[in-house]
């Protein structure tokens, strides 16, 4: 295992870090999670496999396994996450550090692709992100493109936005379509009316940011569907990671291109 | 719907043409069916995403619908492929054209991507392929990767071979690489004993072919592997489709294509 990836997630097991992720053991993958008891987890599967833009699967553990043997086998899912949501019948009920008091032998838990990986892969080819630049979150918006259900779980793709260039539009398609596990190519370039956004600067997740004169808006599906959806079809319980706590991965980046 | 798929998908469920669909309605993607209860649909499910290389899921049905939405919304599971196999307990006991006696409303159907796809994209691109030029069936064997176990299921992986000039192997590479729906990229060039397989001029299915002097024989992940690990697993029932009888799709082969 990498030194840095060991060494921050220790920190983070120890209850030291609890901060989000964001620039932590730079070129390392890092994963969404949301853990569900067994019952649902075929639905939800499903629903991830029916949604593979927005719900790219990097791994998922057999029921009770808190080791995500594929993309971190040294990490513990009940720890190793800098803090964790936990949710009760589609309401968060409260937020921790360590989620060992909470875990059954039914969780079966799902790791999701996120799109730090490309971000890195965006700003080595020169293309600058915005939100990362004026210091805010990413700007995040519900659309009227519905997921493909599945059981319980149905509801509207979530996208992240990036403004940018239409040349730099064009190299963001060709880059991030090396990238499918950590939600690939934009769905969709300009207008935003035509996905169902009618304001861009009020977005439903993060923060807005500046969009200067001749820049477009870039949409990407966002590892924020999975749990917008879970929380709309009320499991009675479900744990995930806090926005921007993700879970740092033994993968870098590059491993999760196709070409 | 295009008209030849519609012809062809029409005279399969009528009966009249129960033979291999190699060849038919050319330019669209045909897939692999496996038939399931629900019961082990989770398990096969999770084998199926743990093992994206061999089972790349083209679509998975809601249980009891005999309907692919999203890739054949017109076509009905129970009658569209021209010859079907029955297995209880792993055993073959019955090949059939028509399952609609057999149907039940527990029955979970998981399309898989077939490697006809790329074989287009390849002899478009001047790459001769063996079995075809010698009117055999791909050579197929068994190999020590091992999958990605899921519950009962558990299994080597299986290969397809084709033997080519080694610059025709790095254009393979490219090409197939664009299609990670229907196997993606080889899995191994060379060296058949590193891969566990010890004669080549003995394929475990289908027939042996010649390989020329100065060529490399390049395998890729097969979808024979996911019916393997399905009857080595033995569940009371499963439903296939009987070997190179496939469902013929709505989706043209450039459409698996993700770049």
């Not at 901060?19 to 999670?33: F, I």
């Not at 009760?88 to 989620?99: F, H, L, R, S």
Request: proline residues 8%.
């Amino acid at each position: 295992m990498n030194e840095d990836v060991e060494q921050v997630r220790k920190s983070i097991r120890m209850g030291e870090w609890s901060k989000p992720t964001t620039g932590l053991a730079s070129g390392y993958t890092q994963a969404n999670l949301v853990i569900l008891p067994k019952k649902y987890a075929f639905d939800f599967l499903l629903f991830c496999v029916r949604n593979p833009k927005s719900c790219p699967l990097l791994e998922v553990t057999d029921a009770g396994s808190p080791t995500p043997s594929k993309i971190a086998a040294g990490a513990d899912l009940r720890t190793d996450v800098p803090k964790y949501r936990i949710y009760q019948n589609g309401k968060m009920v409260k937020e921790e550090t360590d989620i060992s008091s909470y875990w059954r032998d039914d969780f079966v838990s799902f790791l999701i692709g996120c799109s730090f990986t490309f971000e890195k892969a965006l700003q080595d080819n020169g293309i600058p992100l915005r939100y990362i630049e004026e210091e805010r979150n990413v700007s995040m918006y519900r659309t009227n493109i519905p997921c493909e259900s599945s059981g319980i779980f149905n509801g509207p793709m979530v996208v992240s936005m990036r403004p940018m260039k239409p040349a730099e539009a064009i190299r963001a398609v060709q880059i991030t379509s090396r990238f499918p596990s950590v939600h690939g190519a934009p769905v969709h370039i300009g207008d935003p009316d035509a996905i169902g956004i009618t304001d861009l600067g009020k977005p439903d997740y993060g923060d807005a940011v500046t969009i200067h004169e001749g820049e477009v808006p870039v949409f990407w599906a966002c590892g924020v569907t999975p749990q917008a959806v879970v929380m709309d079809s009320k499991p009675d319980i479900v744990i995930t990671h806090a926005p921007g706590h993700m879970l740092i991965t033994d993968m870098t980046e590059e491993e999760q291109a196709v070409l």
